[in-house]
């Protein structure tokens, strides 16, 4: 219950969406909580070839300062002007504040091919591909899964501040609703005014005068084009350009775009960056993961020939450092040397196509071929442990975000109070209230 209008509470419909941070580990949790599987977010410092062809991105999510005086572009008389070539793309008009985050990542990952979607996202989009642009932005605004996994992303103070925005905008909402309504039951039947379909209200940001609104879009290639799908153009999704049939890449028609939206953001006086472009990609824990467990393969077959081979023995033919290497390179954090789960959907066909290559392997190449496998362990490994270490980071800080150290604050401000520490702090005042006989604060008795 979030509002209380006449006597009675009101369960708001949708509730609030809070505002959350443009950090790549959010919209990776985001994605993960939204039932997206074998997909991370990372943060892109340039658009140039050399600072994305190596991530080979699946899609683009562009973080700007959005000015308010824009507004949420929504004509209550007017509808949404879609460009036909558009029609097989998802695209969700933003019909609440603070929702465009996940917005952004519907936006894009549902127009991906190959995405591995949990059941409660995979009935989301079978159930809003027929639907129109305003009726998916409000099946989302109403989705109550899609809400909990945006807020609990959220700091507990915007959760709050933006159930308290929309209480106060539902309080204002209504009375000048009620006003309308007595203003026009009093007036002639001619002059009653029409009443207008229902838009998306204006009402300001929970974090307004404390710090800048901040909106995303996203890019995504399909049926051969590449689309900017911002959430807030009343256009619906807009075409960037064409990629070309003679092997060009997605990258090279949305760089343009990208690069002239950050040029109109730092023209002029502005020189600091207040912007970030994230990268929907490919999951590089899952990928270095596979890497591993195919080498832990690998080297099972390759001694498994070793033996059939020498009979004698073969370690005293390797190179002894990888020898004594090969007995815990394969384990890491949270894996042992035995086989592992693995992710990818092809593991299997590699893998036999991997033992038939190693079944018709001369001899002369087992040796060779069991000390590069043990190389390429030792670097798949360092790069599973780095992906580790910045996964444990990452929950450190969304952790540590997400806490409600207001509960805390407030009990140790009361116990100062109570214990007569906090008005000389207040005051500034350095009056002695020690016993000077044990040291400790003498505790005021309260006037009765």
């Known amino acids: 219950m979030d509002v209380d209008l006449n006597g ?25 909580k939204l039932g997206i599987r074998g997909l991370e977010v990372t943060e892109i410092y340039d658009i140039e070839p050399w600072a994305t062809d190596h991530l080979k991105p699946r899609g683009l999510i562009f973080c700007y ?12 008389d007017g509808e949404l002007s879609l460009d036909p070539d558009a029609e097989n793309i998802w695209y969700a008009y933003q019909l609440s504040n603070d929702t465009c985050a996940s917005q952004a ?26 639907m129109d642009p305003i009726m998916r932005g409000l099946a989302v605004t109403n989705c109550t899964w899609i809400r909990e996994a945006h807020n609990s992303l959220a700091r507990p103070a915007d959760i709050r501040g933006a159930k308290h925005t929309t209480t106060k905008y539902t309080l204002e909402y209504s009375k000048k609703q009620k006003a309308a309504a007595r203003k026009e039951a009093s ?28 909106h995303f879009i996203g890019y995504v290639s399909r049926d051969g084009r590449v689309w900017e799908l911002d959430s807030l153009h009343q256009g619906g999704p807009l075409e960037v350009g064409e990629i070309s049939a003679e092997g060009g890449s997605w990258m090279d028609v949305v760089r343009p775009a990208i690069k002239r939206r950050m040029q109109n953001l730092i023209s002029g006086d502005n020189e600091n960056i207040r912007f970030n472009l994230l990268a929907i990609v490919d999951d590089r824990y899952e990928k270095a993961s596979d890497e591993l467990e195919m080498l832990k393969r690998e080297k099972v077959q390759l001694e498994r020939r070793l033996n059939e081979v020498y009979s004698d023995g073969w370690s005293d033919k390797v190179d002894t450092d990888l020898h004594d290497t090969a007995s815990s390179v394969f384990q890491t954090m949270v894996q042992s040397q035995e086989l592992g789960p693995t992710f ?23 040796i060779p071929a069991w000390e590069k496998c043990i190389r390429a362990a030792l670097t ?7 992906e580790l270490s910045g996964a444990i980071r990452a929950h450190t800080d969304h952790t540590q975000r997400t806490f409600d150290y207001e509960p805390f604050i407030q009990a140790f401000i009361t116990k100062m ?32």
């Open 8 to 32: 009675e509470g009101l369960d708001l419909v949708g509730g609030p969406f809070a505002v959350i941070e443009s950090d790549p580990a959010v919209f990776t949790t985001l994605i993960r």
């Open 417 to 448: 109070h109570s214990e007569g520490l906090l008005e000389p702090i207040l005051t500034g005042t350095k009056e002695d209230t020690s016993d000077k006989s044990t040291g400790k604060p003498i505790r005021k008795q309260k006037k009765r």
């Open 187 to 214: 007036g002639p039947p001619a002059k009653r005014r029409k009443t207008a379909r229902v838009g998306l209200p204006r009402r300001q940001s929970a974090t307004d005068n404390l710090q800048d609104s901040y």
């Open 105 to 130: 990542v519907l936006n894009v990952v549902l127009n991906l091919t190959g995405v591995d979607m949990e059941g409660d996202l995979r009935r989301f989009s079978s159930e809003t591909t027929k």
């Open 65 to 76: 300062p959005f000015d308010d005086d824009e507004g949420i572009q929504n004509d209550p």
């Open 380 to 386: 798949a490994k360092v790069v599973l442990d780095e």
């Open 344 to 366: 990818a959907h092809d593991f299997a066909s590699r893998k036999l196509e991997q033992n038939m290559s190693i079944l018709e392997m001369p001899q002369r190449n087992l």
